[in-house]
Each structure stands twice: as C-alpha cells, then as structure tokens.
C-alpha cells in the first residue's frame, strides 16, 4: 500500500492522522515515564525519539497544557498519563 494511502485510510478508521496518533502515542508514553521513572525530562525526550528536548516540551506542552516538570509536579494537569 501507498503512504498516501495508508494514511488516508487509517484517518478514515480512527479519525486522526498517522503522524498525530504516533506523536500521541509518545507523549502519553512521556507522560507515564514522567511519573514513574527518575529519568530527565531529557533522557525522556531523546529516548522517545525526539529531536530535542525543546521540541519534546513544546510538543507536551501544547498536548498537556503544562511544561513536562511542571506535570511531574502535577500542576494543570489536562491528561491523565494513560489517556
């Protein structure tokens, strides 16, 4: 099968995208191993494949509505880790 394709056909099942359904994917993964491993925010950001750790923030925050240390903090937490 095509990428286009594919991704027009896995929009049409599950209602998002390809590349915003992985990329939710890892910031729940995120969000999990925030809270329960001692990892860095930034050990958490390149293990989860992204470019940066400024890029892994901005990409939480804006999924979150809070900085990764501040939900580890659990301040204005919007998702549950899991969700």
Do not use: D, K, Q, W
Request: hydrophobic letters at 45%; charged letters at 20%.
């Amino acid at each position: 099968m095509v990428p286009h394709l594919f991704s027009r056909r896995f929009e049409a099942v599950f209602g998002v995208g390809y590349p915003a359904y992985v990329r939710a994917l890892r910031l729940n993964l995120a969000s999990r191993r925030l809270l329960e491993v001692g990892e860095s925010a930034a050990t958490i950001a390149y293990a989860l494949g992204f470019a940066s750790p400024a890029h892994c923030s901005n990409r939480f925050r804006a999924h979150s509505g809070v900085a990764p240390i501040a939900f580890r903090r659990g301040e204005g937490v919007r998702h549950a880790a899991g969700a």
